[in-house]
């Protein structure tokens, strides 16, 4: 008797287990992705209050048909800034999380990110004694991956004040070595040679430059893409000729490792994934702009050799 109950119980178990591996993933909108960036922006104005910091006010705001994957993106750049407030009152850095590639990215994965923020958020309060509760989340309707990027993009500069200080050249050059590391992983996917070798340091950059530079490694990605007959997306809404900061570029970068991310899942580097950036020694403007013409070096061999011609 009680050997069939036993199988009885296994059967039991097995057709659950069964059930929940067959489940598919809820489906989350971008409406409940917002609500969540909104309680982001609650946290975060509960530290800016408690530190007594004036608040910037209104921030640009980017008219673009941006996807979820760039947004993601968005919200690993708010993680790098908690980490600088750690940083700040001596706590230890914490790696931000990173994932496998993927060509469409649900925004139910945008939400997973929102909710490890609101963890660090809650940790901070904790150890930085701050007190006070945010009220619950509301409901949002017909909101877009935009709406949640711009949201976002407020809460970066948020941080910022509470760093004292803007992003700086360090923190975008470790940005800009995920990309050249991804390349790098790319190269010897497709057992491309690599003679490359870094462009002349210029002594005197500024941000503009960087920016232009920025922006032609992204070129290079989008026509890997092309020739992949992956997706592109128009990011004219990000070029500057005036009022470049350091921002500008660390956020443009971002939105270029999210779009890489895109040709190593066409490519078949599905289970590659993106190291974590490692603490660097302080860098400079100069620095970056050397190590993104180097980057942008070696996307061209890629794209030389799926054409069959030197780039």
């Known amino acids: 008797m009680k050997k069939l109950m036993g199988i009885a119980v296994g059967c039991v178990l097995v057709v659950l ?7 598919a993933a809820v489906e989350i909108s971008p409406s409940e992705v917002f609500a969540q960036a909104v309680q982001v922006e609650k946290e975060v104005e ?12 209104e921030a640009e705001v980017v008219q673009a ?25 001596d706590l230890p850095r914490i ?3 990173t994932m496998e590639p993927v060509l469409n990215l649900p925004p139910g ?10 963890t660090e958020l809650a940790i901070l309060k904790v150890r930085l004694d701050v007190p006070g509760r945010v009220t619950p989340p509301k409901v949002h309707v ?44 790319i190269l010897s996917w497709q057992e491309i040679p690599d003679d490359t070798f870094p462009p002349a340091k210029n002594p005197v950059v500024t941000p503009k430059e960087s920016l232009a530079a920025a922006f032609l490694l992204l070129a290079e990605i989008q ?36 779009e890489l991310q895109t040709v190593k899942a066409a490519m078949g580097l599905r289970h590659v994934i993106t190291r974590p950036a490692e603490y660097n020694e302080p860098k400079t403007p100069a620095d970056v702009l050397q190590l993104l013409g180097w980057t942008t070096r070696k996307l061209q061999l890629v794209r030389g050799a799926r054409s069959g011609e030197r780039p």
């Open 17 to 23: 287990v069964g059930a929940l591996v067959g489940r």
């Open 46 to 57: 509960l530290l800016r209050q408690h530190f007594g910091i004036p608040s910037q006010g």
């Open 65 to 89: 048909d941006l996807k979820p994957r760039h947004v993601w993106q968005k919200t690993c750049e708010i993680l790098i800034k908690i980490n600088a407030l750690r940083r700040r009152y």
């Open 95 to 97: 790696i931000p999380n």
């Open 109 to 118: 994965l945008v939400f997973e990110q929102t909710q490890r923020i609101l």
């Open 142 to 185: 017909a909101k877009k991956p935009i709406d949640v990027f711009n949201k976002l993009h407020f809460i970066s500069g948020q941080l910022d004040l509470l760093n004292r200080q803007e992003i700086d050249p360090t923190y975008v050059f470790g940005e800009v070595m995920r990309v050249y590391e991804d390349v790098d992983a």
């Open 223 to 258: 026509r890997l893409q092309q020739g992949l007959g992956v997706e592109r997306t128009d990011f004219a809404a990000f070029r500057k000729v005036e009022r470049v900061a350091p921002e500008d570029v660390f956020n443009l970068v971002g939105l270029s490792l999210a």
